[in-house]
């Protein structure tokens, strides 16, 4: 295991959903910030950039355990950059469409 990263930043770079879902229900923060990014915009971007990479299409497994776990759907990382912003930078619209329906159901939990 890289000791560059986070343990739970590493599952997330190495798309290993099983892991990352382990971390976080022992407890690891799933808004947690290392380096430039947050783990769910770590998670778009390494989910996008795998798929342009290898050509396969793009997946969407750590960003929906990060949602589960309750990540901040809107939470920009220190760049500025938020979740949406990187799904749209990839045309990611799988996590598009799981990140509006998490921003939709937490405002109609505040209203």
Do not use: C
Not at 12 to 41: C, K, W, Y
Not at 65 to 78: K, M, R, W
């Amino acid at each position: 295991m890289s000791h560059y990263w986070t343990p739970a930043h590493q599952a997330v770079e190495q798309e290993d959903a099983e892991a990352l879902a382990r971390l976080l229900a022992a407890g690891s923060d799933p808004d947690e910030v290392f380096g430039n990014m947050t783990l769910l915009t770590h998670a778009i971007d390494i989910e996008g950039d795998g798929s342009l990479q290898s050509g396969q299409p793009l997946t969407v497994h750590t960003t929906a355990v990060l949602l589960a776990f309750g990540a901040d759907p809107e939470l920009a990382d220190p760049d500025g950059r938020t979740p949406m912003d990187m799904a749209s930078r990839y045309g990611h619209d799988l996590a598009v469409k799981l990140l509006h329906a998490h921003i939709s159901r937490r405002a109609a939990e505040n209203s």
